[in-house]
């Protein structure tokens, strides 16, 4: 679960980003939606807890993430937050296998590399595991990037705009990826969009509409 | 997966980058090590050839000649000195032992050396096969005289006139080989050794002498010469007066090993100090093309390291990463160039020892190359650590907001 209070954020004296109240139960699944601009990214951020915001109180898995030092929220992340950004950003000098050990190592846990091996055979990659980023396909390496976000377990996972950019049926073939890895992990999924074909396949919605001038 | 593993993939991604850097830092240590090595072993030749030797008599001309021809048998000899004055100098009070010397002959390259016994003593010589001179014309020779020209126990051969290869053969009288010594890294190696008399011998026609084993009796006292006397002091008050003594009351001139070998050497450093100062610009130099190559990699990875924040590595994990591919870079760099130090200076050992100079090798090591190894590594830390200091301050959410 998280829950987010009287979150406000300005960047350079400009408020970005105002949120009164949102709420979300353990295993709930929802899209956050808005116009371009309206700081689906920033709050994004602030959920990953890779951005400070302004004001506000941020509660994710039961932890106050504004109380926590850098360096604690750093292993707070790398072990509960999973996050599957817009441009994926695999990292391409390591193969697909070592960018998911990658991840256990550093979120400070314990390098696992039968759990590796289970994560990309859910998501049909077994075959890719010694491939490097730059070798896949881009649906391969967006599902690589799924695998890296969900390999430690997440209790939240937070995907960018996962489907812009895609046709209709891989579309489907994403978000259903990410539903069922949310739900195989347990984990609060929030999928920021403005994509309105996703919109009817997930239950809850949260309407950004910007902060007025 | 670790600091180390991630290293070494970033590396290899940039192959051809690496490898220049490795390659630069590796030349700048290979070229200092070479320094070291030669320069180590020329000086403890030269200090154990030296040793035990406090002054050497020779004739009149300069004092460094006198030592580089007699201690380590390198330039030619000023001259001869007369037998009676240097026994009177081998006698004197302050004189602990006194070995003479009459060169002159050589054998392919390799020196003739007339001298007593107590020559083989005082450098400690062990024989490989056969034992020393006890007759005219039988000789010891050295090592590596054996290796080069093939000579064994019994082998009779003709010395040479003068100290080149040129020089006309004693055909009259050959020499026979009664013992071969062992390697002992001293100048003996390269040394044909005998009787003073067997020298002389040589030269006997000139004096119309008919028994070459009683030439010692049948010569003339005026006729007999040596070439050097190497002297060991009987007391350290001897350095203060015997020079002088040598000096103002004969013919002949006293030199120091110890004062011109320094001397020697403070030549010789200056060509040394313009290399090593050549050597270190390399190394500098391959710290800041290393600098430059991390720099510019952080543009490049400014995706990675914002992500690799977002997967739960602190700033100063990426600040670690970053310093640990300089180090690495420098290790390899470091340990490649020492390698390659130590077979170059193999190398030139070939090359000095066809030249027949002082012999060098590639196989030792010297503590002072542990020093060299860590200044390659604080190169390479040195020149991470302003791209360290920048992955240290990522900003993630700056980054990836904007890709």
Known sequence: MFSVRQLAHAYDGKDVLRVDAWQA??????????????????????????????????????????????????????????????????????????????????????????????????????????????????????????????????????????????DDARCVQVLDLLLAQAHACGATLVIATHDQRIKSRVPNHYELTGVAA | MNLATISFAYLKARRLNTLLNILLLALGVATIVLLLLATTQLDQRMRRDAQGIDLVIGAKGSPMQVILSSIYHLDVPTGNIPYKQALEISKHRMVKKAMPLALGDSYKGARIVGTTHDYLTHYDAKFASGKRWEKVLEVVIGAEVAARTGLKLGDKFHGSHGLGDAGDAHEAHPYVVAGVLARSGTVLDRLVICSVESVWAMHADHHEIKDINDIANQMKEEEKEYTALLIQYASPIAAAMLPRYVNN????????????????????????????????????????????????????????????????????????????????????????????????????????????????????????????????????????????????????????ARG
């Not at chain 1, 709050?43 to 400070?52: E, F, Q, S």
């Open chain 1, 25 to 166: 139960e353990q295993g709930a699944q929802w899209l956050m939606l808005g116009p371009s601009g309206s700081g689906k990214t920033t709050l994004l951020h602030v959920l990953a807890g890779i951005l400070r915001p302004s004001a506000g109180q941020v509660t994710v898995a039961d932890q106050d993430m504004m109380a926590l030092s850098p360096s604690a929220l750093d292993r707070f992340r790398g072990k509960h937050i999973g996050i599957v950004l817009q441009r994926l950003h695999l990292i391409d000098s390591l193969t697909v296998l070592n960018n998911l050990l990658l991840a256990q190592y550093l979120a400070g846990e314990a390098q696992d590399a039968a759990r590796v091996c289970e994560v990309l055979a859910s998501l049909d990659l077994d075959d890719k595991a010694h491939a490097h980023p730059h070798e896949l396909s881009h649906g391969q390496a967006q599902r690589v990037a799924v695998a890296r976000a969900v390999v430690n377990k997440p209790k939240l996972l937070l995907a960018d705009e996962p489907t812009s950019n895609l």
């Open chain 2, 249 to 400: 009351n004969s013919a002949m001139q006293a030199a120091s090993p110890a004062y011109e070998t320094a001397r020697l050497f403070s030549i010789i450093g200056v060509g040394v100090d313009v290399l090593r100062g050549f050597a270190l610009v390399l190394v500098f130099s391959a710290g800041l093309s290393v600098f430059i190559a991390l720099y510019n990699a952080l543009n490049e990875r400014r995706y990675d390291l914002a992500v690799m924040r977002t997967l739960g590595a602190r700033p100063r994990t990426l600040m670690l990463l970053l310093l640990f591919e300089g180090l690495l870079l420098a290790l390899i760099g470091g340990v490649l160039g020492i390698a390659l130090g130590h077979g170059l200076t193999e190398v030139l050992g070939h090359a000095l020892k066809a030249a027949q100079q002082v012999s060098v090798t590639g196989w030792i090591w010297v503590q002072t190359e542990w020093w060299v190894l860590a200044l390659a590594a604080g190169v390479g830390v040195l020149a991470a650590l302003i791209p360290a200091w920048r992955a240290y301050r990522t900003d993630i959410a700056g980054t990836l």
